[in-house]
């Protein structure tokens, strides 16, 4: 059996290398930045504010990075209960309450996911 060149070892050598990080690169974009759910989080910041988070998250279980989503919402219930609801567009939209706040029912939906999420806000009356 022939030596081999050292041309053709750093030809060989190249090929592996680049068959390498072609495999590297594939498997991190379907486990590291494809988005395989999304978790919305909801956080009540003040007895009249509340932030929801809607989180694109891969399938290590951790936000997937430089992906944004696009989502929709729309208040089904309780309405006159919200007094303003802000969007940073980012994925955090902050609700404020009016002084007597009721239930309020906030409908979500991204492109991920098929099927809406419907988030429930209490009602924080003392009786």
Do not use: C, H
Not at 23 to 49: D, G, K
Not at 51 to 78: C, D, H, M, W
């Amino acid at each position: 059996m022939e030596q081999l060149s050292k041309k053709n070892r750093n030809i060989i050598l190249s090929i592996i290398f680049f068959i390498i990080l072609l495999i590297i690169l594939f498997l991190s974009w379907f486990y590291i930045f494809n988005v395989y759910e999304v978790i919305i989080i909801e956080t009540q910041v003040s007895s009249l504010n509340y932030t929801v988070e809607i989180i694109p998250v891969n399938s290590l279980g951790i936000q997937a990075p430089f992906r944004n989503l696009q989502y929709s919402y729309k208040v089904e219930e309780g309405s006159e209960s919200v007094e303003k609801i802000i969007d940073s567009g980012n994925g955090i939209i902050n609700i404020y309450l009016n002084a007597n706040p009721g239930k309020v029912k906030l409908r979500i939906e991204t492109n991920k996911t098929q099927n809406f999420s419907l988030i429930e806000i209490p009602s924080n009356k003392t009786e």
